[in-house]
């Protein structure tokens, strides 16, 4: 009940503030937003499905015959020091790069989260229990522990997704636990508590719904970061050696050309960096949608 | 409160003995013989191999090859590097303050930047100054690390000869290294600053604040950025690691001494005992680091603070 | 909405001076020492050749700066600036003297009696005579000291025997015609027995040995700093300065990165850099304020070695289709854009016995390529890939990361070519090259080369002993006759003999097809116009004796 009243009371104040023709304005402007950005993240999963239907070359052809040419009609992002087509190159490299970004996120947003939420909601000796093994894997920072995994089981896809999701669990775990806990102590929880409400009820109705949202801000940009890490392990040597390289492996591959073949790592540098944004916008929205005072609202 | 610290401190000995563990056991499990990458393959015989194994201790069960390092440790003694045999604890005396300046010099420009840009993202939400930050911010996380690096070094160093292009002495050389690492921590920022702002300011309390009559200015500043600095500030305990390990990266790409090439270098080779240590170290600055998290908790968040 | 912006712009304008404030006072205590470094690579070169710093970036860490415990290319470099060794190899591959100034070979070529000059002195003051060579080769073999490419450089050594103060005998096990090459190598460098035994195993940290300059300090990860050695008056003949160097200081910057390094450079941060990138030479030589220096390294050629301990490819049929479908032209070419030479032979030219006649010798051909494996019945399968009892034909291709002169590149154009044949080429890149390739031969293909001044290097590589009980040799050669080839070029004193049985070997590894070999690697450095007179040992590596830098 106190939650509704709040809600609306929130919702009012935030009408006061945004004169409505200004408030309609922006939204068709972020409308627009989230779908440019849907279409660019669905050209890009449509990339990694059925990669032969957009690129006009096999990503692994080599035509020695052109090297290092810049971008043009034939070669819409150029060739690298192979003679690849770096558009085909760039399409097909979508599928382990998606890959690497959404099952590192999903694996280690969902163990991290969960952990977080047990932690944060139950409290006293499982949250001191659990929140120790999230400070031991949290010690060792993110990328040394992918380094140290991709290092002992060698670098295979499976591999570097599960480096990069272990890496992920104690951010997602120690945010979701601040969020569970700064929320616990609101009114409105304590309301709920105070009229009866089982811990399974408030956790579900109110805590959830209530903390999900910087946890799906974090997925969001997680999925970016993992691609980011996987880039950054091919960096120091321990990346997806595949014939058909990733993004994150071609950007490192083609750093070295940067002063006379440009295009090799900005193009995907670019496909990581658009997709990256696409997604969040999309995120962005989700969080609205899910955000418990705009749906009572 | 002080019973609380106490209580932490003494829970983190556990989390860094947890963590020795941790990587102990990962290290143990790697196939590669560190013996094996210490020597030249075409010249040592099968003795001073084993030999080697012997004076390493590498030929003794796994427990009490961590037994024996435990108990070294507990006595200061850190052991000495299997590459080079020099001893681990002056060697990460001697590397950490160049990546702990790194650390911090990144850190400031990306509280800086991260919380100046969320706060005008929140207040200008939609406009065009939200639109700018938000898009700043999404190309600080979204470009690989090494990638900026090397583009700032193209243009400030190659073509305007502006800063240095590598080195850690002095503060030429520290300005690219923490503006790369930097954009990335203010990335992370302006987005949880920007997110939390925006829910703080339909929160009850400050509507109620708004309705008392408080000018806007104080409901923003006092109220509202207070509460959204929450979890921008438990971000700062992650990041704070983050940073740690973004030296790893950054330290080679414009070839600054630090503990992030150390412990690269360490893994590549298997080498445990500086592995070991460094893991020790870092362990106690992140032990370190998210005490102060906690504590600067209290003085922002008034809930919390009334919770204890 | 408008008040409120204007507050928070005052915000802004306070933070923006915090943070003014906060670089102000960073610059105001980081001046003092940015300063410091600022004028001594300013004041670098002077107006005379005389004196100066020159600051040189390697491209990886050396590993120890002591001769005898080193295994890395990039530590000779260094290493070469500190210590001498006896004895010189000329550019026509015979030997002169250097600390040693004559000396006799038994007629069973199993000692050699040294004399040595009797004006050298090591850099703390040690005299440098009989005993002194005594203990640095007792040390080398010396389980102790953990001796690591020195051990096989030295090998048969037994003993040195002290005839008088500057007379030493050295015993061989069984005579090698390879030991007084090898007696030139840096690695076999002299050091000061005095500091070695003080330092034990620190001893690479701190390093004496007579050369050229002295070792100053080593900041790890950072720079290496050498000055010059004043007393130095030994030089050989290879350098026109027989005294002190002219350069005050050598300071080296270790920079991993390629974009770095080269930045360096270009930068004007550095005097000079090693290992440039293919792609940069061009822009380096086409830029009137550089200069890039090109020697061939000397040895073994990069190299794709089969296993021949595994089945098909212990079959020399089998091995002659990948030779003739391997487009090597076509790879040196792509990868490294006409600035590495193609290699021929398992030898590098310049080394003593180069078989110049394998150039040109083989050229791809796909057709006989799927012809030979027709005959051996691997018939092709759905999916392109030949088959034969049920078992696909593929080749198990290890390269060691990080991708250290294209190498990786090497793998995958490998892969593509081979391909249309039918063979499946498997790419493997491992941090842990030792334990995939020496200890569990678990591969089919594997590239490497060697630096090397006798063409002996060969025997570490192909004969069936080597290297020995723990590891695995590369090529899993098991071929009495290229043994017998190998051991007779080890001892064989004439030279025109000699010249015959190497060239008759690498005739042989071709012809049984049992290598690829693919570049022969140029050590390139590119320096500002300033540096002048770097000369380059019969190996490649750089001498900084005669270096001086010009205003």
Redesign the interface.
């Known amino acids: 009940m106190k939650e509704v009243i709040s809600s609306e009371v929130a919702w009012q104040g935030r009408r006061l503030r945004f004169p409505t023709s200004l408030f309609q304005k922006r939204l068709a402007v972020s409308e627009l937003l989230v779908v440019v950005a849907a279409l660019v993240v669905a050209f890009i999963i449509l990339c990694a499905i059925v990669p032969g239907w957009i690129a006009p070359y096999l990503p692994?052809e080599?035509l020695?015959d052109q090297?290092?040419q810049a971008p043009s009609a034939a070669h819409l992002f150029g060739t690298d020091?192979?003679?690849r087509d770096i558009f085909s190159v760039v399409v097909y490299g979508s599928r382990d790069s998606l890959f690497i970004g959404f099952a590192s996120v999903i694996i280690g947003g969902l163990v991290g989260g969960l952990i977080g939420v047990i932690s944060g909601y139950i409290g006293g000796i499982v949250d001191t229990i659990l929140m120790r093994l999230i400070d031991v894997l949290m010690t060792i920072p993110g990328i040394l522990l992918a380094l140290a995994i991709a290092?002992s089981l060698?670098?295979s896809l499976f591999n570097i997704v599960l480096a990069v999701a272990v890496s992920a669990i104690p951010g997602y775990a120690r945010v979701m636990r601040g969020q569970m806990i700064s929320i616990k102590s609101r009114p409105f929880i304590m309301a709920s508590r105070s009229i009866g409400s089982s811990n399974i009820q408030i956790l579900w109705k109110h805590v959830l719904p209530n903390s999900v949202s910087p946890l799906l801000v974090m997925a969001t940009l997680g999925i970016g970061s993992s691609i980011l890490m996987g880039s950054g392990l091919s960096f120091l040597?321990?990346g997806l050696?595949k014939?058909v390289p990733d993004w994150g492996t071609l950007l490192s591959?083609g750093?070295?050309?940067?002063?006379?073949?440009w295009w090799i790592c900005t193009f995907p540098g670019l496909a990581i960096t658009i997709f990256v944004i696409a997604v969040n916008i999309i995120g962005d929205q989700v969080r609205d949608v899910l955000d418990p005072k705009k749906r009572t609202a | 409160m002080g019973r609380s610290i106490i209580t932490r401190l003494f829970t983190s000995l556990f989390v860094v003995l947890g963590s020795l563990i941790l990587v102990f056991c990962i290290l143990y499990l790697l196939?590669?013989?560190p013996v094996?990458?210490?020597?030249?393959?075409?010249?040592?015989?099968?003795?001073?191999?084993a030999?080697?194994r012997h004076q390493l201790g590498l030929d003794r069960p796994f427990y009490i090859q961590f037994a024996s390092y435990f108990n070294n440790i507990i006595h200061g003694d850190f052991g000495n590097s299997m590459?080079?045999?020099?001893p681990v604890l002056p060697?990460i005396l001697?590397?950490f303050p160049a990546t702990l300046m790194l650390t911090i010099?990144s850190s400031?420009i990306a509280v800086?930047v991260g919380v100046?840009l969320g706060?005008?993202s929140a207040?200008?939400r939609n406009r065009w100054i939200d639109i700018v930050a938000r898009i700043v911010g999404l190309f600080g996380i979204s470009m690989p690390t090494f990638w900026t690096g090397?583009l700032l070094?193209?243009l400030f160093?190659?073509q305007l000869?502006w800063l240095?292009?590598?080195?850690?002495?002095?503060?030429?050389t520290?300005v690219l290294p923490a503006i790369t690492l930097g954009i990335v921590g203010a990335g992370f920022i302006v987005r949880m600053v920007r997110n939390s702002m925006l829910e703080v300011i339909h929160e009850q309390f400050i509507v109620t604040l708004r309705s008392k009559g408080l000018s806007?200015?104080a409901i923003?500043?006092q109220h509202a950025l207070r509460n959204a600095l929450i979890p921008a500030i438990t971000m700062m305990g992650v990041l704070i690691g983050e940073m740690l390990a973004g030296a790893v990266v950054i330290?080679?790409?414009?070839?600054?001494?630090?503990i992030g090439?150390?412990i690269a270098d360490a893994i590549?080779a298997k080498d445990l005992p500086v592995v070991q240590g460094v893991v020790f170290f870092s362990a106690i600055i992140y032990i370190i680091v998210n005490l102060i998290v906690d504590i600067s908790y209290t003085y922002i968040d008034p809930r919390v603070r009334r919770a204890h | 909405m408008l008040?409120?912006?204007n507050?928070?712009l005052k915000?802004?304008a306070v933070?923006m001076v915090?943070?003014l404030v906060?670089g102000g006072c960073?610059?105001g205590?980081?001046?003092a020492?940015?300063n410091a470094?600022g004028t001594t690579t300013e004041g670098v070169g002077g107006k005379s050749s005389q004196g100066g710093e020159l600051s040189y970036a390697l491209a990886t860490s050396p590993?120890?700066l002591d001769p005898h415990r080193s295994?890395l290319a990039v530590s000779v470099r260094v290493i070469r600036t500190l210590y001498d060794s006896l004895v010189v190899q000329l550019p026509d591959h015979t030997i002169g003297p250097w600390l040693a100034t004559e000396w006799t070979v038994s007629p069973d070529a199993k000692s050699y009696t040294f004399k040595l000059r009797q004006d050298v002195k090591f850099q703390d003051g040690t005299p440098f005579n009989a005993e002194a060579v005594k203990y640095n080769f007792d040390r080398i073999i010396n389980?102790e000291t953990?001796?690591?490419?020195a051990?096989?450089l030295l090998h048969p050594y037994k003993s040195s025997e002290v005839i008088d103060e500057y007379t030493v005998k050295l015993n061989l096990e069984t005579p090698s015609q390879a030991f007084l090459g090898n007696l030139t190598q840096a690695l076999l460098g002299l050091v000061s027995p005095t500091a070695a035994k003080k330092d034990g195993?620190?001893f690479?940290?701190n390093p004496v040995g007579t050369g050229p300059f002295k070792f100053v300090k080593w900041?790890?990860?950072?720079e290496i700093v050498v000055e010059r050695n004043d007393d130095y008056k030994w030089a050989p003949a290879i350098v026109d300065n027989k005294g002190a160097a002219y350069l005050d200081k050598i300071t080296f910057?270790?920079?991993?990165?390629?974009?770095?390094?080269?930045?360096?450079v270009?930068?004007?941060?550095v005097h000079a850099a090693e290992t440039v990138?293919p792609?940069?030479v061009?822009?380096i030589k086409g830029d009137s304020n550089f200069q890039l220096l090109q020697v061939n390294t000397v040895g073994l050629p990069y190299t794709l070695f089969f296993n021949q301990r595994r089945a098909p490819w212990n079959d020399p049929k089998a091995r002659q289709a990948v030779q003739l479908a391997v487009d090597v032209d076509?790879i040196v070419?792509?990868?490294y854009?006409g600035t590495y030479e193609r290699a021929w032979s398992p030898l590098s030219p310049g080394i003593l016995g180069y078989n110049e006649s394998l150039e040109n010798s083989i050229k791809p051909d796909v057709d006989k390529a799927n012809q030979l494996l027709d005959e051996l019945g691997w018939a092709r399968g759905a999916d392109g890939i030949r088959e034969k009892d049920g078992k696909k034909l593929t080749i198990q291709y290890v390269d060691g990361?990080?991708?250290r002169e294209k190498r990786?590149?090497i793998a995958?154009?490998v892969?593509?070519q081979l391909?249309p044949l039918g063979i499946d080429v498997k790419?493997e890149?491992?941090?842990?090259v030792?334990?995939v390739v020496?200890?569990n031969g678990d591969y089919d293909l594997y590239g490497n080369n060697q630096v090397n001044s006798d063409p002996n290097g060969l025997y570490?590589f192909y004969h069936t002993s080597?290297?020995?009980?723990?590891?695995l040799s590369i090529s899993g050669s098991a071929d009495p006759e290229l043994d017998k080839l190998l051991e007779q070029g080890l001892v064989e004193s004439d030279q025109g003999k000699r010249i015959a049985i190497y060239k008759t070997i690498q005739k042989n590894i071709i012809d049984k097809a049992l290598i690829l070999p693919i570049y022969v690697f140029p050590y390139t450095v590119a320096a500002s116009n300033a540096v002048k007179d770097v000369k380059f040992d019969t190996l490649g590596y750089p001498l900084f004796n005669d270096v001086n830098l010009l205003k």
């Open positions: 692994t080599m020695t090297l290092l020091y192979f003679g290092a060698g670098p040597g321990l050696i014939e591959q750093r070295g050309y940067l002063t006379v073949a | 196939p590669s013989d094996l990458m210490m020597i030249d393959p075409s010249s040592a015989t099968p003795e001073t191999i030999n080697l590459m080079n045999s020099e060697k001697k590397h010099a400031i800086i100046l706060v005008l207040i200008h090397i070094i193209l160093s190659i000869h240095p292009v590598m080195g850690s002495d002095g503060f030429k520290l806007e200015r923003m500043y330290e080679t790409v414009f070839s600054r001494q630090g090439r150390i590549m | 008040k409120l912006q507050n928070w915000y802004v933070a915090l943070m906060l960073s610059i205590t980081k001046e020492d940015g470094t590993d120890t295994g389980p953990k001796a690591a490419n051990q096989a195993e620190q690479g940290k900041d790890e990860n950072a910057k270790i920079i991993p990165e390629e974009a770095t390094r080269i930045g360096s270009q930068s004007g941060q990138p792609q940069n061009a822009s076509s070419k792509t990868l854009l990361s990080p991708n990786n590149d995958a154009i892969q593509q391909k790419v890149i491992t941090k842990d030792q334990t020496y200890i570490w080597a290297p020995n009980a723990a590891k």
